[in-house]
């Protein structure tokens, strides 16, 4: 990036500090002398830190409710319906290390509009019961039991620790 008249990332800071995470040099590593593992936590650590020095990407999104009369055994009754649809316009930091699908466009959507529906698809699933705590799970529940109270007693959670 040397004479690149490219904004300053946010990872850049002039606060003095103790830590330094990743230091950046000239020096090639060799990663021969690495384990697989060690491999790839290296170059996990280094792509984001070439990411983080590119431009930011531009994404449109656009999210979409609509409303479907269909019958069942009681009555007509209204199914509804919603997703979101994003569209990249500028890739950005995307471009480093990923392979990007090509994009399908969206048809014009006016609210309010009738729009005919092509296919329908049935998912069954079953629901299944909440998992079990662990001791892990448990601990942490009990350090914050504090966050989802309310009233007078919260205050003496939160400062407790539960």
């Not at 830190?49 to 449109?60: H, R």
């Amino acid at each position: 990036m040397e004479g690149a008249e490219a904004p300053r990332p946010r990872c850049f800071t002039d606060k003095p500090m103790n830590h330094h995470g990743i230091i950046p040099t000239r020096k090639t590593p060799n990663l021969s002398e690495r384990t697989e593992a060690e491999q790839k936590v290296y170059l996990a650590c280094a792509k984001q830190f070439i990411q983080a020095l590119l431009p930011a990407a531009t994404v449109e999104s656009l999210s979409v409710r609509a409303s479907i009369d269909v019958e069942d055994v009681i009555e007509r009754q209204p199914a509804l319906f919603a997703g979101t649809f994003k569209r990249i316009i500028d890739p950005g930091w995307m471009t480093a290390f990923e392979d990007h699908k090509e994009q399908k466009d969206l048809p014009p959507l006016v609210t309010g509009a009738n729009t005919p529906v092509e296919a329908v698809r049935l998912h069954e699933a079953r629901t299944q019961p909440p998992k079990h705590f662990t001791l892990h799970d448990l601990l942490s529940a009990m350090l914050n039991a504090g966050r989802h109270v309310d009233g007078e007693d919260a205050e003496a959670l939160r400062k407790l620790k539960g």
